[in-house]
């Protein structure tokens, strides 16, 4: 039986970095990926290959990366895990394993809707085939439907118009589209970009049932309104792989995700795990966390990677920092939204400002840009912030996201150094961050 | 007597959020700015009027935030300050202030070269009728030499060129045009770029003398290469703009600039002052710092405006955080660079990567990003890093700056949480930052 001191079962957005980080952490390790797919799509440009990109080959991760650092690659599927013997059985040979790391992914939700099964409604699967099955059929459609006004939904809607079909609509149950992580105002100002790029949006609407013959013909409002369509596209979340895990016998979360502790540890030391098949908990507060995103699973796969053989690395729990972009306009979010602070409980403190992202108004590229910044009231301390704008905001996130991690207060913010630039940023007189810290200041007196 | 709580002299980047700052922390004080000028500049627009914007009228800072804030302006030259009576003469009227800020700016140098005072060599004075002069001027020139190939130099090179000058000459007298902010690979990649967008670059080069009867004709260089030129532009440097605090008494630094403390309090305990006419000292280890920014300066207007009535914030020195732009290279640094690092005696770890900025590689708008960080060997702690690539750039080198800010180490970079975006960042496997910072690791066992 082949022995190998780490074996990494997946190869997406977690498998790839958390070989890469066994290689750079323990550097006289074998370390082999196992998966099934011949070919890796990159997951976050999955709806841009209907617009965009064009095909899902321009879309993919490549093997290079592993070749180049020495990380052996095995595509098979993985039948087993003996967690005594400490074997992984695969379609292709067993493999004697020093530690395992399972990087297995989610799958898109099939919500019980009936005649989610009909031909024509598709779940986005990671997948070359499945994905090209779905862009030869949005390529004859004359309307799509799409189920669910989430990043996805909505980026996949945009591409699908973009790519010619005369109707795209977003069906979303509750009041606004990406109000999961956007607070109202933000939400509308997007809801507004789609419906002037020619998207439909239904908000407030659920699906209750998807009709046709063999094929879908129609989807039916819970209202009773009726659109026709021949493709509709499910956008309403991921659920983990864990079916190897839980026939392994590894404990499972609540949520049906593999249990992990903060070093990404599974119930069986030997075994670790991350990325969208394992367990998460919010950095706010430590309760466990929905968020499935490629940024989470790099970042989990770093500290699994580390603490392999010996525990180097704590997960602070998912900050949740994240963007999307239609068109010319992007959204960044990073913490919690005010609505979702409040629920939980924080007594906030929260400020918007507005100011172009080029300094004067009339530089090529200046584009408004607004900022929401919330912070803990008697702390002070930054628990979110969501920016709309141009490019730049995928970066301002990231800002945010180090001042989140580090707990910074209004009053760091404030006294925040920043770089400014005509041509590239906001005016440094009208910085975003800094005037959204000062005005929060006088409200927190 | 009119009587005011709060004076600041000067309306630009440190005065217009002093005055802001002051009446955000002490709302019921009455504040006036005193400004000599009509009309004021942006100052870090000012290359741009050449070529990309136009002309100085749409590169002004509206007054309109003055009034908005119920901020007085007085438009009149200062005369003389009375520390004892606290009382400042303007050309207009006396004024009794409680506290003064003095916000007073630079004043490019004038380099000691026979012929600098010939008609047709032009400093960059910050007001509209001298820019008006210098752009009828080069409007008509065939030829221009810029000397000094920091980031003024290189940007007014850029747009004059653009503009339509046959021929522009950036001269610069050490090895590498902006090497006072980046390292060397960095500043070769900015030379080559404005080589192919045809400004020509010598470096190493000194000039001996400026040639022309009553007006300039040519640059002598100390090798004796002449360059004849019509127009010559000097973008060598700013000294404080002192004068007024001098003859009040007040203490200056040893480079002139006003002497303050941490505070941003001169030697009067009424007396404030910030930005270029103020003293400062590098993040770094305390020495006094000869960087002057608009970025810098409303930093520190905002710790003295929140200063002036009680002692509320401290200057942790300058961090030096800004970018530059020409055509669509954008390169950015915050920090030490590893020459002056090592020049000042850290030991250190530096590492360079590259990644597209955009996944997959093929979206639009994709183009290589480098980042080079360094780090303290022995703690981690970011020391600086340096980026080059597109407009985010700009919002990049402002993450560095919170990380340098608040003594990130390497791990604390490789352990960031991202937000990452097809068409807005690098991929979350390439995430330059995390690649960096995990490359830095390795090399510090």
Known sequence: MKKVDVVVVGGSAAGIPVA???????????????RKEQQVLIPCGIPYIFGTVGSPDKN????????????????????SIDLQARVLKTEAEDLQYERLVLATGSTPVR??????????????????????????KVMIAESVVVIGGGFIGIEFADEIKKSGVKSVTIVECVAHCLSLAYDTAFCVEMEKHLKARGVEIMTGSTVERIDGESSVESVVLSGGTIIPTSVVILGIGASANATLAKAAGLELAPDGSVAVDRNMKTSDPNVFACGDCASKVSFFGGKPSSLKLASIATYEARIAGANVFALKRENIGTVGVWST??????????????????????????????????????????QACRLKL??????GVL??????????????????????????????LAMFQTGTHPALTASPIAYPLVNAAELAIMQMK
């Open 111 to 136: 919500p019980p809707i009936p005649g989610v099964d009909l031909d024509g409604v598709f779940a986005i699967e990671k997948n070359v085939s499945s994905l090209s099955r779905i862009q030869e």
């Open 60 to 79: 993919l991760i490549p093997d290079m990366i592993l070749k180049k650092n020495e990380i052996g690659l095995l595509v098979s599927e993985v039948q």
């Open 325 to 366: 972009a239609v068109g010319d306009l992007a959204m960044g979010t990073a913490g919690l939204t005010e609505s979702v602070a409040r629920r939980e409980g924080y007594e906030v403190v929260a400020t918007t400002v507005e100011s172009p992202n080029r300094h004067p108004g009339c530089m090529p590229g200046a």
């Open 383 to 412: 628990l979110g912030g969501q920016i709309m704008g141009d490019v730049a905001i995928g970066e301002i996130i990231n800002t945010l996201s180090a001042c989140i991690q580090k707990k910074m207060n209004a009053e760091d």
């Open 20 to 34: 890469l980080t066994v290689r750079r952490q323990y550097s006289e390790k074998t370390v082999l990926v196992v």
């Open 374 to 379: 919330l912070f803990e009231r008697s702390s």
